[in-house]
């Protein structure tokens, strides 16, 4: 139970740095433009 409960916040974080990731890149385009 406690294995699969770690796994679904490590796959949260790794959610949320790919989110945070396109937003950042988001924001330079439209810095850029």
Known sequence: ???TKE???????KVLLV???L???KKY???KQ
């Open 1 to 3: 139970m406690n294995e």
């Open 7 to 13: 796994k679904v916040e490590r796959g949260d974080a």
């Open 23 to 25: 937003l950042r890149e």
């Open 19 to 21: 989110f945070a990731g």
């Open 29 to 31: 385009s439209k810095a």
